[in-house]
């Protein structure tokens, strides 16, 4: 459609995506969860490590490993049996995830023939253990996470010793960041504080980009104290370490409640009390605190946000069910690493700026019905389209490809009024690099395949953002569709 202005409205795109709500599966945390999308992701949530000893009940589901055998189609939190099964029912309704349980008795392995292995998930769940990790385990994690995977750790307060062995989830977890094998050297950027913090409601940081503050779960403003403990940030070791909630007159690299960081080509994830993830249900006899449904957090979407995040959003964790890893190790698994790579699903697994991801008339799709329409305006505007990737370390090639289509209602043969960026950032939402930069001047009719290098991010957690920028006098559309980041 040449040189015509796009509407704000985009009432198509409020209808489809209001399609999407009524038919796709739906978790009631105060937000839709995600339509469906074509990836599954693994996780494994630990119960190896004394996670039910004393009032804990930290398992999804007392059906162990598979809680599918206690109800394979959960619709509520008591169809499966553990102080977790809002979490795991939550994840489990929406189509997108599969789960384990790491049974007592067994060990966390990596590179092994075990169902259970590391190198069959994307996502380790460690919810307050109570015993020491071995030296192989924590090899394990660490290696894991090295290679792309996720690693969720949740502790408690300083003394929470629940099994009376003389070891808490602070000095546990502590050991493993220190005491690895792997790398003794603070790789995470943070350390676990000795404290007791009774209660409150710690604040979430200002963050509109951060996709654990803001995914498809719903927006997170606070979270909870129950008897809980903080982080000290550490940017020297990690410059990705960052604070996301804080304890109350604490900001920066002290009183962090909640963070994220990374190591190699995984990520990383600390919650500072196992409270908010208790949904009140368990096993009988245990006295448990219902912090998942506390009215005065946000924790349902802060634990699944960061459960999407840390899995990869998109197929790009770290198993690959054969123990080879994808990254660090130096070996490489071909493959497409997008999620949602040609918008079919709407409103997910990217993240847009207002209604970016549209099936609206105006302009039409290289494939499909939907695509993603920037810009087009005719007035001051910045539209973005991102999406997080690991990009696996052993992997000499990696290609960004796209199908780019431009309208324009600009006059010039000569002058870039309006221009659409392909950029990688870091963690923190810094622009590391502007990989290509088009403009009205590359107006045409139809699409043009465009693809750009990505090789020299193997190894790293970047974000892929497509930005254009409008001016205030003449529309330019730049739509997108069909993108693919190939790996080999």
């Known amino acids: ?52 000893a004393g009032n804990a009940d930290w398992v999804i589901s007392t059906s162990q490993p598979d809680p599918l055998a206690q109800n394979a189609s959960p619709q509520s939190e008591t169809d499966w049996t553990g102080a977790l099964s809002s979490w795991g029912v939550a994840l489990q309704k929406t189509g997108d995830y599969s789960l384990k349980t790491l049974p007592s008795g067994q060990s966390l392995t990596y590179g092994g023939s075990s169902a259970q292995d590391l190198s069959n998930f994307d996502e380790l769940v460690l919810p307050e253990p109570n ?46 960041m220190t005491n690895n094998g792997v790398d003794n050297t603070d790789p995470f950027g943070f350390s676990i504080d000795a404290l007791d913090v009774k209660s409150g409601y710690p604040a979430a940081i200002s963050d509109s980009t951060d996709p654990v503050l803001n995914g498809s779960f719903g927006k997170v403003t606070k979270s909870l104290f129950a008897d809980g ?38 990520r990383v994830a600390f919650w500072g009390d196992s409270s908010p993830i208790d949904d009140g249900t368990g096993s009988p006899g245990n006295t448990l605190y219902d912090g998942w449904n506390d009215t005065g957090a946000t924790n349902a979407p802060l634990a699944l946000n960061a459960t999407a995040w840390l899995a990869g959003a998109g197929g790009t964790g770290g198993g690959t069910g054969g123990g080879t890893g994808g990254g660090g190790t130096g070996t490489c698994t071909a493959g497409q690493l997008l999620g949602n790579n040609g918008f079919e699903s709407g409103d997910t697994t990217w993240s847009a700026s207002g209604k970016v991801i549209t099936n609206a008339t105006g302009e ?9 329409w920037l810009d087009g305006y005719g ?14 370390a052993g992997c000499t090639s990696a290609k960004l490809s796209f199908y780019l289509h431009v309208d324009t209602a600009e006059t010039s043969t000569t002058t870039a009024y309006d221009t659409l960026k392909v950029q990688v950032l870091n963690g923190s939402g810094t622009v590391l690099g502007t990989l290509a930069t088009y403009s009205n001047l590359n ?4 699409y ?17 953002q497509f930005t254009g920028t409008e001016g205030s006098k003449y529309q330019t559309s730049f739509v997108v569709d069909d993108t693919a980041l190939n790996v080999s």
């Open 443 to 446: 107006a045409g009719s139809g």
């Open 448 to 464: 043009t395949q465009r693809s750009v290098d990505l090789s020299g991010y193997a190894g790293q957690n970047i974000t892929l």
């Open 364 to 372: 039409s799709a290289h494939s499909g019905s939907y695509y993603a």
């Open 1 to 52: 459609m040449l040189g015509s202005t796009r509407s704000r409205r985009r009432v198509t795109t409020a209808l489809a995506g209001f399609g999407l709500l009524l038919t796709g599966a739906a978790v009631q945390v105060g937000a839709s969860a995600p339509a469906q999308a074509a990836t599954t992701h693994r996780v494994l949530f630990d119960n190896a490590h004394a996670e039910t």
């Open 379 to 392: 007035t001051a505007t910045t539209d973005t389209l991102s999406q997080p990737v690991a990009v696996p």
């Open 229 to 266: 403990t903080t982080a000290t940030l550490k940017p020297a070791d990690n410059a990705a370490a960052k604070g996301l909630v804080y304890r109350s007159g604490y900001s920066g690299n002290t009183g962090a409640f909640f963070l994220t960081s990374t190591f190699g080509a995984g």
């Open 131 to 176: 015993t020491m990790f071995t030296t192989a385990e924590k090899t394990a994690i660490m290696n894991f996470v090295k290679n792309g995977g996720g690693l969720f750790m949740i502790s408690d307060h300083t003394g929470a010793d629940r099994n009376n062995d003389g070891n808490d989830a602070v000095e546990i977890l502590n050991d493993l």
